[in-house]
């Protein structure tokens, strides 16, 4: 079967889908695309109903076709090219055999996804596409298969719905059940502070820098996790922990972060700034409904 054939690695490139579900019980995160956001654009435009991408971290991905392909990239801007020569972001491209796509270096974003008409011919594990972080990585040599296609169309993600990278970002976070965990001086404390993400960063979950926050309790009994938890674990740092978060946990948690807002996290560097701002269910349910009324 026609595909294509892995030049470059880069710095960390492996093959994400929705996730997995159904399998925490027996201690198999869902992981995923970490930017649902861009990774639902790239399917949308190809008309994949069951689909999967490249996600793409910092760049330094090279491939070469085998064959004719329709393809599509969304997200960060990774010095995408395309036989060297550049090419936008949030549309599709009709690529032929022979040709050699790459991503070549950070210039906004940190993720970037490239998927294919009909998707990527891989194995499910667990049902689904998605590889476990430090599981799979493509390294040079590997070849990725998909089924040829052609498009004379090209379709565009319109201006309005391009998100802008910045460094900083205000996430909306639902308090949880655990808030009676945290006095009243340490939840205003959170809400007023202005965190940096440190490089303890991964698909696990990022760890913060700000000021220190303490629990009414040490630890609680170990529960399943949501994505988008805010887990403040004895050190006093807030973690949110995201697509490769552990199944369980036992620190507390003082709330939970819209999933939207994980996603746009999903694109900020090391020492970006994020804020905190609590935001009532009814609000979150309408916020999460205009999210994903742009893709069904």
């Not at 036989?83 to 070549?104: P, R, S």
């Not at 594990?125 to 070849?143: I, N």
């Amino acid at each position: 079967m026609p595909g294509f054939e892995v030049l470059q690695g880069g710095i960390w490139s492996n093959i994400e889908d929705l996730g997995r579900y159904g399998y925490a019980h027996v201690g198999v995160t869902n992981s995923g695309a970490m930017d649902e956001y861009a990774y639902r654009w790239s399917q949308k435009l190809l008309g994949n109903k069951e689909g999967n991408a490249i996600e793409v971290m910092l760049g330094g991905l090279e491939l070469k076709a085998t064959a004719d392909v329709t393809i599509c990239v969304c997200g960060a801007d990774l010095d995408f090219k395309i036989n060297q020569h550049k090419k936008e972001m949030w549309q599709t491209y009709q690529v032929k055999k022979n040709d050699v796509l790459g991503f070549y270096g950070q210039v906004n974003g940190l993720r970037a996804y490239l998927a294919v008409k009909e998707g990527f011919q891989v194995q499910k594990k667990y049902s689904s596409y998605a590889r476990m972080y430090k599981e799979e990585k493509l390294k040079k040599g590997d070849f990725i298969p998909f089924r040829p296609s052609k498009c004379k169309d090209t379709k565009r993600v319109s201006s309005f719905y391009i998100p802008t990278y910045n460094n900083t970002l205000t996430l909306h976070l639902l308090l949880g059940a655990q808030q009676h965990l945290f006095s009243q001086s340490t939840k205003e404390t959170f809400f007023s502070t202005s965190y940096t993400l440190t490089p303890h960063m991964s698909p696990m979950g990022y760890k913060l820098q700000g000021k220190i926050l303490v629990s009414n309790k040490g630890g609680i009994i170990s529960e399943g996790i949501p994505f988008g938890t805010v887990q403040i674990p004895p050190d006093g740092e807030p973690i949110i922990l995201l697509k490769e978060r552990q199944t369980i946990g036992g620190y507390p948690k003082i709330g939970t972060v819209l999933a939207s807002d994980c996603f746009a996290l999903a694109q900020l560097p090391i020492g970006a700034r994020i804020r905190f701002k609590e935001i009532h269910i009814t609000d979150a349910q309408k916020m999460m409904k205009v999210f994903y009324g742009i893709f069904f």
